[in-house]
């Protein structure tokens, strides 16, 4: 009686597991799809692992700083040598820089073009955690809600884009990098003659260099070119560098090709991000009227039509 | 009951951040161990199938909520592993040294496998060559180095589980 018994409870036993490994398979492709998430469980678990976490990196980047420290003592003569190459090489380049923001300078005096200014409010933020996931990129940061973050504002540092914040949580926050196969920036090709529209999403085959797609195959994009934001898409403000192109290729048979691109950002040795918290772009200053010839003045408040001179607007 | 569920997620919990904090410094062109694996395969290793499955499914949970990745995608290998690796060890003298090595890469390349699966059922493509290349191999290294030290605290943690 008890082996039969056992033998039902064994049986039980096997559905249930059966039963729950299904829903679970089942699980991951509706959160794929977006139609499942658990932002409370997630908001949770995040709260509970991150003080250790932020006490876990701060020892980690204590020993990196010791270690670090010890190695650039141990190279210094070479770096010095390397320095001073570099040194001259800069004096080159600025040179050449300051010839190009006179003729800059030269160009919008030229069109009267004044170009309005971009400001961003920014909270610093550290990078607490990385997710090792072989499948998406993620890292947690030490800001989150409390400090005015929300969801879905843009990561970026010094050097460019790093991602966006796909989850705030009170005291931090998950952020999406750009190499994140789900992750996708509306970019253009900064050349002036260029400015090609493309859309940059993570690689999973190639983590740490994501492509930039959805390029028709006459479009001109060369190796070297740098990516930009293009604003578009509402979440990252135009103009932040994502990368370079390191190499173009044609999408097997179609009429696309994409850009492999090389990051702007170093996100293996990321450490420090700011979160662009607002940004607003300066309105254009009102036009000016122009100088008009004494005795034919013309009131430019008045309707076009008013006065019987009826083709002016145009 | 309470204080040997707590005394587990603390182990869960600091593996998680030494993998998610610490090794990160430490990391092969951005890939470093899955601890979490380790721990499902030793757990299930020394406590058999059915506790392995449940530790699988808590380890994978605890992966995917703190981190933000597809929900489930380290929760259905993780108890699929654990079932598996609870239910061989039953059938084997568990003392034998090189078991962890052989649980650990067996356990590495199957969650690697089961996980590159579920990524193109949803429709990501890339060239799985040059990502087992890049992924598995720098992964499976780590997680055989790492193979003795998370089975030796496992085993320590199991046994004064069981003593209390």
């Not at chain 1, 090609?196 to 930039?212: L, Q, Y």
């Not at chain 2, 290294?141 to 605290?153: M, Q, R, T």
């Amino acid at each position: 009686m008890s082996r039969v018994r056992r033998e039902h409870d064994s049986n039980r036993k096997l559905w249930i597991l059966l039963f729950v490994v299904i829903a679970v398979f089942c699980l991951i492709f509706f959160s794929a799809r977006g139609r499942f998430s658990t932002p409370y469980t997630s908001r949770a678990m995040t709260m509970v692992i991150s003080p250790f976490q932020r006490v876990a990196s701060w020892v980690g980047d204590q020993a990196h700083w010791v270690t670090s420290n010890i190695w650039d003592i141990i190279t210094v003569h070479e770096q010095n040598k390397m320095l001073r190459n570099e040194v001259a090489q800069l004096r080159v380049q600025n040179l050449q820089a300051n010839e190009a923001l006179a003729e800059n300078e030269r160009l919008r005096a030229l069109w009267g073009y004044k170009q309005s200014a971009v400001k961003f409010d920014m909270v610093t933020a550290r990078v607490i955690g990385r997710e090792s996931d072989t499948w998406t990129r993620m890292i947690v940061i030490n800001k989150g809600t409390m400090d005015g973050l929300e969801d879905d504002m843009p990561v970026v540092t010094e050097k460019g884009l790093v991602g966006r914040i796909s989850e705030a949580g009170p005291y931090s926050s998950k952020v999406q990098l750009i190499l994140d196969p789900r992750s996708s920036v509306g970019t253009l090709v900064q050349r002036g003659n260029s400015r090609v529209f493309g859309i940059v999403e993570g690689d999973s085959g190639n983590p740490f260099m994501p492509r930039m797609k959805n390029i028709s195959r006459n479009a001109d994009v060369e190796e070297g070119d740098m990516i930009v934001t293009s604003g578009f898409g509402g979440v990252y403000p135009k103009g932040i560098a994502v990368g370079t192109a390191s190499k173009v290729e044609n999408d097997g048979d179609g009429l696309l090709k994409h850009a492999v691109i090389e990051t702007a950002v170093d996100f293996q040795t990321l450490e420090d991000v700011a979160v662009i918290t607002a940004s607003r772009e300066a309105p254009p200053e009102p036009l000016v009227p122009p100088e008009q010839t004494p005795g034919t003045e013309t009131n430019p408040t008045e309707p076009a039509n008013a006065g019987g001179n009826g083709g002016a607007a145009n | 009951m309470n204080r040997v569920f707590i005394f587990w997620f603390v182990i869960a919990a600091l593996l998680f951040v030494v993998q998610t904090a610490l090794m990160p410094f430490l990391a092969w062109d951005g890939i470093t161990a899955d601890l979490l694996l380790l721990m499902t395969l030793s757990y299930s290793f020394f406590r058999g199938a059915q506790m392995g499955t449940l530790m699988g499914f808590f380890l994978g949970a605890m992966q995917d909520l703190a981190t933000g990745t597809f929900f489930g995608i380290n929760i259905f290998p993780k108890m699929v592993l654990g079932y598996l690796c609870g239910s061989f060890a039953n059938n084997l003298f568990r003392e034998r040294g090189f078991l962890p090595i052989l649980t650990t890469a067996a356990g590495t390349a199957a969650e690697y496998f089961i996980q590159l699966v579920i990524v193109l059922l949803l429709g990501y493509k890339f060239n799985v060559f040059i990502n087992i290349e890049r992924t598995l191999l720098p992964m499976m290294c780590w997680n055989l180095l790492l193979a003795y030290p998370v089975f030796g605290l496992i085993h320590w943690a199991v046994k004064k589980t069981r003593d209390t």
